[in-house]
Every structure is written in C-alpha cells, then in structure tokens.
C-alpha cells in the first residue's frame, strides 16, 4: 500500500481451556490499515464439543467493530463446522457462517466468502474433505 511505505498491521491474543466436555476458546485481534488509518477490532469466543469418538461440533460468535475512520460500524457473526474423522489422514466437514452488519456502511463481508455481499447480511456454507499427512 502506498508504494510499500503502508500495510496492514494484524495482532491478537487467545486462550483455549479444555473443560473435559468441550474445549473453549476467546481470542481477540486488531487490524489497522496504516494508510487509511481504518481500524477493526474483534472479540471471539467458541466451544467445540465431541459429538462421537470420530467427530465434532464447533460453534462460535464474534463481534467486530470498526474505528471512527471506519464510521464505527460493526459486526456480529455466528458459525458452526461439524467435522467427521474417517481416519488419521482423512476428514469431512460442514461449516456454515452468518454476519449481519450494523452501521452505515452495510455491506457483510464474511472472510473467505466470494465477495462482498451488497445488503447488510451474508451466508457462507463450506463442504470439503482434508487429508493430513505427517
């Protein structure tokens, strides 16, 4: 940005506790646009619970929320992945994710999505397979 002299600026902090049943997590980032002066602060917090030995619910909520240059809108969005393990390589999920803007500017934009959504709401639904090797 700017001819190199501008970035983006990304930092966060989390925690996840395992709790025996589920395992939570808060997290906490900031990201600010050093040419524009754009800032976005979010606060996350889930929990994943094991469904079966071979799979699991994550469920999660965030709240974003914009500096004044940003015209302080905001955020909230909610998602939830169900994963299934077939084996030590292999696994399916499901993960669907909701945002619904606040503000004046309302245009939701989930990350990873295609685009920007041209209302104030968006839907993402992801299927897909992983393999892992070591």
Excluded: C
Excluded at 2 to 10: F, S, T
Excluded at 34 to 42: E, H, L
Excluded at 110 to 123: K, L, N
């Amino acid at each position: 940005i700017n001819k190199g002299r501008d970035g983006i600026r990304n930092y966060g902090v989390g925690a996840a506790y395992d709790f025996s049943s589920f395992i939570g997590d808060v997290l906490y980032t900031r990201t600010e646009n050093t040419y524009s002066r754009g800032v976005i602060d979010s606060y996350a917090i889930g929990a994943l619970v094991p469904v079966t030995t071979n799979s699991s619910l994550y469920a999660n909520y965030m709240y974003l929320k914009g500096n004044a240059r940003l015209n302080k809108n905001m955020a909230n969005q909610v998602g939830v992945t169900y994963d299934y393990r077939f084996n030590k390589n292999w696994d399916a999920y499901v993960s669907a994710v909701y945002q619904i803007t606040g503000g004046d500017d309302q245009s939701a934009y989930i990350s990873g999505a295609y685009g920007v959504s041209t209302d104030r709401e968006q839907s993402v639904l992801h299927v897909g397979a992983r393999f892992y090797y070591e």
